[in-house]
């Protein structure tokens, strides 16, 4: 999105990088199939007999997708201080379908006997590389049903760069330009990281830890390159975003 300043004729652009990685839309796309019940059933192999693949509205209520004796290991998506427990397995599935902090949520796994019963864990992909997963008394499973798939990339996003480029109708147009960019990602205005990080998501923070995390919730700012077309006078700034990263870039006289 783009606007311009009506004093300073600055020129003001909006950018964010939320968009998926591995060919899946935003939301859930699956679509009814004659049941009247918008479930759409797919098996673990792919094949339209089977109900583990993008089930709808309730993905996490068939059992027999379930993995018995399965516990993914470490990649939690919560600190300690944040984890819960659910009724049964198929509560704890839905809570990672649900977990919109950052779409990571690619596997969960579920304690249903044996010391501290009923602990909901949601992990991120990394926990899916992992190869002995055997444990008693857990069970395991992934939001949709089947094991999301492998990819060189982080399963939702990586970063991007793109290339903005500015016509200019006159000479004026034409001057150089300076380019600002202000930007909000994962180490910028991003207290949060740091509270769960190094500050083990502290319940009470210091005054000192408090100076801290308005330190770290201001945004970053850099100034970028302008590159001018020589025949044509068109501007050109390139910017790259990490993932889930958002940015206003200032451009002006």
């Not at 599935?93 to 950052?102: I, Y």
Request: contains cysteine; aromatic residues 6%; negative net charge.
């Amino acid at each position: 999105m783009a606007t311009r300043n009506t004093n300073t004729k600055a020129l003001i652009i909006f950018l964010a990088n939320f968009a998926p990685d591995d060919n899946k839309p935003l939301e859930d796309d699956a679509t009814s199939e004659g049941d009247g019940h918008g479930q759409h059933e797919v098996s673990r192999d792919g094949d339209e007999n089977g109900i583990c693949y993008k089930m709808r509205p309730n993905k996490c209520t068939e059992a027999s997708c379930y993995l018995k004796g399965t516990d993914w290991k470490g990649s939690d998506l919560l600190p300690e201080s944040q984890k819960f427990k659910t009724d049964n397995a198929s509560a704890c599935c839905d809570a990672c379908l649900h977990f919109k902090v950052d779409k990571f949520c690619q596997a969960w796994s579920w304690r249903e006997s044996g010391s501290d019963p009923h602990r909901c864990y949601l992990k991120s992909g990394d926990a899916l590389s992992h190869k002995d997963n055997h444990a008693t008394g857990m069970i395991g499973g992934f939001p949709n049903g089947i094991e999301p798939p492998a990819s060189k990339h982080s399963y939702y996003n990586i970063s991007r760069t793109v290339k903005l480029t500015i016509a200019s109708s006159t000479s004026n147009d034409a001057a150089a330009r300076k380019a600002t960019l202000t930007v909000i990602n994962s180490t910028c205005a991003n207290p949060k990281a740091l509270w769960m990080g190094e500050m083990n998501s502290v319940t009470w923070p210091s005054d000192a830890q408090l100076a801290q995390l308005r330190t770290a919730s201001a945004m970053c700012e850099e100034e970028l390159e302008v590159t001018t077309d020589a025949l044509t006078g068109a501007q050109t700034v390139e910017v790259t975003l990490e993932a889930y990263a958002a940015a206003m870039l200032k451009v002006e006289a």
